[in-house]
Every structure is written in structure tokens, then in C-alpha cells.
């Protein structure tokens, strides 16, 4: 075995343990440059973790079953050099596995202080012109980092990267899960080169710098080819870029996978097999409402029926689907969209948003006439969305003879299985949930249709009675749902609060 000198699996004389393990070992950080191309994998299974090198340049491994010598043979034949073994318990290796995960993720901080080195000539000649320092290494310094930012954001689950000028540098954030969340700030120095970096590679104009512009990108991350969305903004400190990494948000393009109960989508496939129609999902920004309509196309039969869709932008591709894109750099619009889709023959059209008279007035309208729609409305509940559209002009008696159904829709934040099991030791989370307790999001949903009672409130106008009306057709609120996930700790008391608010509905629970 090409390892065999280091470990000596012969050695346990005496009944004692072989003198390569040592014991006594307390916790540290493992040094991520040991093994750095190793998978996590390989450790997890096999419970050990390189830490560190000792003086005289052995590596020390700590492991759980020190005895266990083939996987110890393996990585000392893989890192070349002797190795020392030490004992820890399965849970303190599980701890350093993610530690050292935390720490490889380090690697952008990294190249930031890298880069500050280019500094010290500049500073230590005094007067040496900044162009200088520039040259050469600074620049790929750059590329290096805009590189690993997008890596690192993919590999946290991020839907979005903002780079933020501010007086002293760019403030670098992800959102994960809904929530922005610090990632880097890099000096100031950086700041330009680090905007006309992303300009360049999504095809922006460089030179303008006082007009907000969008651009677009194609990059492999991995292996994985994915497209990101770029809008630049001026603000005093320089320009404000958004990257929305499309497709990213970590959600499953499944109803069920997004958790919505059988008996829910039952429903929702009886409104999905009609053959006109409107269904509705009504939500506030980031609630996941096109999310939950992509999970509705791919429940229908692209093969037999026509299914087009008019979207701002296109997240998702869906199979069979015919998928236009409207807004952004297109001067067309919702409504024009839906106009000349209407000319290719649909059978069934989602519809990205309602936001304007136009596109209300000709849903609606195909909707009357032998189209089945599928749509979004930004607002917070069901009795939102019907006056929503009677705010845009739309016609009581159309709403009533069209809508099927609305959907009512938030997302709520999963507790980390990582560390949501110790956390009366750790309540600060862990290196998995990036510290946030949090890892993952699920929907909750609750669809009203619209029978009689429904209808005839709308007639009436009567918003209050629509209201009670919806309230009562569906016995399971979100709150309920949100209330249920936290006496099961898949989420926390906070955490409803946080999507839910405070309960404007005691008095109904009585
Ligand atoms: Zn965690």
C-alpha cells in the first residue's frame, strides 16, 4: 500500500495504540489548504479531517476510528506525506468538516487581501502614480474576483449579488433565501475596475456611468450554464449593480416540492383543466409567485395543448413551452406581448404580472373567450387581487364570469438541519446556514375559488362581505400553516412574524 510507511498498520504492540495516534486533542479550525481539492464527501464518510502540519511537517488527522487505517492509508498516499493521527468524537469532525468548508469559502477575502499587497510599492515610493500600481497583477486580481464572487454565490444559494459603492469601497451582499446578507467589502480602490469588469463582460457601455442600464450574461459556474441579469443605477458614490442570477432562488419547480398540500392541488388541477379561465396567484415581491405558475405549466400537457408565456424576465424554461420575453431592453410591453401572442393561437397563456389597465382588460378577455389564463397579481391577499383589478378598470361582471381561482401565496424560511438540532449549544447557526440559523424556504398557499357567494359579493361590491366570504371557504390560513411548521420545528416563532406580521386575525382562531 503506497501508504503503508507513514501509518504502519503493524505497529499496535503491546495491546496499546499504534504510536502515530496521539490523544488529547482539543478543537481548532482546520487549515482548508490541506487536501483543499478533497471533497467534504470523502471526510464525512469516513469521519476524519486533515487539521494541520505539525513541526517537523507531518500532517495531523483527526479521526473517529483511529483503528480504521484503510481511508488514513488512502489520504496519506494522496497528500504525500506522513501523517498524524488523532481521536475526536463523530460530532467534534462534523464540526470541523463544516468549519473547513466555512474557511475554503474564505477564498474570496482572500484574493481581496492579495490584492492589497499590489499596494505596498506604491505607498512605500510615495508618489508613485496609481496608474502604476494598476498594471498587471491588480487587474487579474479583479477578474479573479468577480470570478469567485459569482462562484461563491452560487454555492450559497444565492438569487441575487449587490454591489454597493459606498465612501470607502463595495459593499458586497447576497441574497439567500429572501434576505440580503453581507458578503465582502472590497477597498475602494477596486470600486471601478470592479463595475467596468461586470460592464465588459455583460456587453454594457462602460462609459456611461450617469444613466442606469441593463445588460445581460451567459457563464458556467461548475459545469452548470446559467444566465445572469445585470441592472446598473447611477448613486453619488458611484454605480449600483444588481446581478439576479436567473432560475437561482433555490425553490422547486414542483407544487408539491413547494409545499402545497394535496388536497390544494387537487383543486388547482381541476381549474387546470378547464379550458377558459383565470387563476390568480397573489403575493407580496419575493413571495415565489411565478415560481408556483412554472409548477402549474409543467402539470399541464405541452403536447397536446398550445402554451405560451409572456414574461419579465424568463426565469425558468419549461418543456415544450413557448416563452417570450417582454420589458427590459424590449420596448414591448405586457400588453402588446399578449396581443400578438393572442394571434398564436393559445390554448393556455401565463402571463408574467397584471400591473396595468391594458393587460387587465385583454386577460380578462381572453380569459371569456376560450383561453385558459395563468397570472400574478402583486398584493397581499385574494380580496387584494379583486380589487386590484377593479382599481384597474377592469369590469365586475368579467371578473365574476372569468376568475377561477386565486391563489394566495408567502414563503417562510426553513430552520438549517445542520444546526437546528444543537441549537441549545449553538443558537448563532452554523457555517451550512451561513450563521443565519436558516437554510431553505418553503410556500405556504391557500386558494379560494370563486362560487357563488364570491361572485355575488364582487357584483355587490361589497369588499368587506368578500372578505368574510373567502375567509371562510378555506378553513387553513397561512398563518395556521406558518404556526404548524414552528410547533414542528421545521421553522421558528420569529420567523412567522417575520412573513406573516403580527396577527391581525386573533379574534377569527376563537
Ligand atoms: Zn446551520
Redesign the pocket.
Known sequence: MPGGDSLSPDLPAAGGMPDNIQSGFTRRIPDPAIGADIPSEFFKLNRLIPVSRDSTGHVVVVAADPLDTIPLDMLAAYLGVPIVVSFASDNEIRRMILDRTAALRKSATQILQDSGRYDQPGDAAGRQPKELIWSGADESAVVRLVNTVITEAVDCRASDIHFEPERNGVRIRYRIDGLLQDALHSPDRLKEYLVSRIKVMAGMDISRRHQPQDGSLSVTVKGNPMDIRISAVPTPFGERLVLRLLGRHGLSVDLAGLGMTRETIQSVDAILAQTSGMLIVAGPTGSGKTTTLYACLNRLDAATRNIITIEDPVEYQVPGVSQVQVGGKQSMGFADGLRSMLRQDPDIMMVGEIRDTETASIALRSALTGHLILTTIHTGSPDGAVMRLLDLGADRALICETISGIIEQRLIRLS?P???ARRSESPA??P??RYT?F?GRTGLFRLVRFDEDVKDAVRRENMKALKTILDRQSRSTLRIQAEMLAETGQTTSAEVLRVLGDRPETRERE
Open positions: 438549517c445542520e444546526c437546528s447557526g452554523c451550512e446556514c440559523g437554510k
